[in-house]
């Protein structure tokens, strides 16, 4: 049945190339375009604005013309500024020696792709010094004008990746990539706390209307959004690793990481694809199953993390190659949930609205059951509360008594140990009255024996 019925996310691939036929994947946060022709788009766009005034008026317009002039003298000067902070002086760079750069190639050349510590290693070798010195002194302006527009933030950085690429002349194109994935890395690592979800932007209040709409649509099965789905049991579920891997993407700090989980979590879904279908994976599918895998999700921060991917990551992650496939996938599948309907599922709008209204009257009955629950819960809590009362108090009375008893024990011991020493007096006494007495009586028998020695036989003779 599902297959006679038309299908409601369907996205050629002439739709996800860039509108201005350059060959290259665009973005719906772009408009369409790519990267490199939205920028030059806005930079044509600021160029080209007429200038405000009325032309019936010609003084006011030359007066507003002369405010204009000093407004961009002083915008210049600031830019100036700026660019003095961020590269030094408008002095022409001193010159490296010739070995000294021939050295730092090699050894760029030496490291082994996605070796970030070698690369940190190489990076405080003094070949190394001017790229590190530049990137410090990036790092440090950016962390000082943090309260920057997001945008110009952006722009800040996305220069900075085209200039510094001139430290790495020498090297093909693929390990200038490479080397350029770890300047990414080093430089967002540290920055990401002061331009993620900045306070100049409203990324904050989209994630939070896309989480939303994303729990307000959890009724939606597999086979409407005709996902190829085996027929087992919800354990079993082939699409828990894309699951897993898209909302890991929040725990990461630089594009290239958060980007490394977009393509797994893609990757995973052409696995899943490929063990419930029989028939090879087309674009569809394949999208289908990434609406189905964002809607499981949920994933947290989701709209904030795809602009810092667009705003700070490298153009060629992003314009070309399997990231920047998966990517613009991951754009298309965002936009086709933040405008649901019932055709694009096969439902006529009555249907979907009643799925939407029994959504909502589902929520309600659940926020009164948990109300229901905080008052028990409430309840018990007080409950508890008066029964701990009662064991505090009884402890304190037991302690009491406790002590009580001790204090008698204690005046028993003092007692009996007093009136052992009396009998021990006592005692003592009477034996020494009584070796007195022995004394005595030997005394008075040795006097007996000596006076019958003493007498006449005759008077001892009966």
């Not at 902070?85 to 050894?107: C, D, N």
Request: aromatic share 8%.
């Amino acid at each position: 049945m599902w297959a006679e019925q038309k299908r409601g996310i369907h996205v050629s691939q002439a739709e996800l190339l860039c509108k201005d036929g350059c060959g290259y994947y665009g973005n719906p946060a772009w408009q369409g375009y790519c990267s490199k022709c939205w920028r030059e788009r806005i930079h044509k766009t600021e160029t080209s604005r007429p200038e405000n005034g009325f032309h019936s008026d010609g003084g006011f317009q030359l007066t507003f013309s002369k405010f204009e002039e000093k407004k961009n003298v002083e915008k210049g000067r600031r830019s100036s500024t700026m660019k003095r902070l961020f590269w030094g002086t408008p002095s022409p760079p001193r010159q490296e020696s010739l070995e000294g750069q021939e050295a730092a190639v090699k050894a760029f050349q030496s490291l082994e792709p996605g070796d970030f510590p070698g690369f940190l290693k190489l990076l405080r070798k003094p070949a190394s010094q001017r790229l590190q010195s530049r990137c410090t002194a990036f790092l440090n302006t950016i962390e000082a004008y943090h309260d920057l527009p997001v945008e110009k933030q952006s722009d800040h950085v996305q220069d900075f990746y085209q200039n510094i690429t001139v430290h790495f002349n020498g090297l093909p194109e693929a390990q200038v990539s490479q080397m350029m994935e770890h300047i990414e890395k080093l430089i967002m690592t540290r920055l990401h706390k002061w331009v993620f979800c900045h306070d100049s932007c409203d990324d904050e209040q989209k994630d939070l209307m896309l989480q939303r709409r994303i729990k307000s649509l959890n009724w939606v099965t597999p086979q409407m959004l005709r996902v190829p789905f085996p027929k087992c049991s919800s354990d079993s579920d082939p699409y828990l690793p894309a699951i897993t891997a898209i909302i890991e993407m929040d725990a990461k700090r630089a594009p290239q990481d958060k980007l490394a989980c977009v393509s797994k979590c893609s990757q995973n879904v052409f696995q899943a694809l490929a063990l419930t279908n029989s028939q090879p994976a087309n674009a569809d599918d394949f999208l289908s199953g990434l609406v189905y895998v964002v809607l499981r999700a949920n994933p947290p921060r989701l709209h904030s993390n795809m602009n810092y991917i667009t705003r700070f990551g490298l153009p060629h992650s992003l314009m070309a190659g399997e990231t920047g496939y998966y990517f613009t996938n991951l754009s298309c599948a965002v936009a086709f949930i933040e405008k649901l309907d019932g055709p694009a599922l096969n439902l006529t709008p009555e249907e979907f609205s009643r799925y939407m209204q029994r959504r909502s009257a589902l929520s309600r009955p659940a926020e009164a059951d948990s109300q229901r629950r905080a008052r028990e819960n409430r309840e018990t809590l007080e409950d508890l509360q008066k029964r701990q009362e009662k064991v505090d108090q009884g402890v304190r009375t037991l302690q009491e008594q406790l002590e009580q008893w001790v204090r008698s024990v204690q005046e028993k011991v003092e007692d009996v140990a007093a009136q052992s020493s009396l009998i021990e007096n006592s005692l003592a006494e009477c034996l020494e009255k009584s070796a007195a007495g022995g004394r005595d009586q030997s005394v008075l028998v040795l006097r007996d024996d000596a006076d019958l020695n003493r007498a006449d036989p005759a008077d001892t003779e009966c």
